[in-house]
T-cell receptor, first 112, second 112 residues
Framework: QQPVQSPQAVILREGEDAVINCSSS?????VHWYRQKHGEAPVFLMILLKGGEQKGHEKISASFNEKKQQSSLYLTASQLSYSGTYFCGTEEERNTGNQFYFGTGTSLTVIP | NAGVTQTPKFQVLKTGQSMTLQCAQDMNHNSMYWYRQDPGMGLRLIYY???????DKGEVPNGYNVSRLNKREFSLRLESAAPSQTSVYFC???????????FGSGTRLTVV
């Protein structure tokens, strides 16, 4: 089932922080985060596996609460290069084989 | 550069025409995928191949066929194109369920 992302869009000034949320109604094995710039392919940022992980990637980090089936992506001290659409992807645990779904995306615009 | 290579980058088809999208990866990944991306709908899985010799339907398989030619190559065929198949198509590969997806650069397909 497709995860729900919020907000749908956000505009930041350089240096500001942002949080993007991703929520599922199913038990999750993992959560992925990707960034896609206009006209380009999505680029993998990080994966969080069940076990309540928190990961960091430069000034971009994420957490995963498997009990709440939620993940959040944190962007601190935003830079112009952070602009793009951010997608979460959730891998649902199933006996018949895990199923993976992408969210509908959050558009992030960083302005000077 | 290592990665996923897709051809063609752009294509215009007339309704009823057929075409094959080609995809090759050089990362020795077992799993390969075809996604379509439409505005506001995120990425939706068309077909996937968990390993050489196997293929399975995703969320939106109608109107498409696939072939896993070998470990490197995974092609997507539209037998009789319809305007509803106008979209951006991405091929992706993945090493294991503990890793992220690597995407090709995409094919922008318009069916008139």
């Amino acid at each position: 089932q497709q995860p729900v992302q919020s907000p749908q869009a956000v505009i930041l000034r350089e240096g500001e922080d942002a949080v993007i949320n991703c929520s599922s109604s199913k038990a999750l094995y993992s959560v992925h985060w990707y960034r896609q710039k206009h006209g380009e392919a999505p680029v993998f940022l990080m994966i969080l596996l069940k076990g309540g992980e928190q990961k960091g990637h430069e000034k971009i980090s994420a957490s995963f609460n498997e009990k709440k089936q939620q993940s959040s992506l944190y962007l601190t001290a935003s830079q112009l290069s952070y602009s793009g659409t951010y997608f979460c992807g959730t891998e649902e645990e199933r006996n018949t084989g895990n199923q993976f779904y992408f969210g509908t995306g959050t558009s992030l615009t960083v302005i000077p | 550069n290592a990665g996923v290579t897709q051809t063609p980058k752009f294509q215009v088809l007339k309704t009823g025409q057929s075409m094959t999208l080609q995809c090759a990866q050089d990362m020795n990944h077992n799993s390969m995928y075809w996604y379509r991306q439409d505005p506001g709908m995120g990425l939706r899985l068309i077909y996937y191949s968990a390993s050489e010799g196997t293929t399975d339907k995703g969320e939106v398989p109608n109107g498409y066929n696939v072939s896993r030619l070998n470990k490197r190559e995974f092609s997507l065929r539209l037998e009789s194109a319809a305007p509803s198949q106008t979209s951006v198509y991405f091929c992706a590969s993945r090493e294991t369920v503990r890793g992220g997806y690597t995407f090709g650069s995409g094919t922008r397909l318009t069916v008139v």
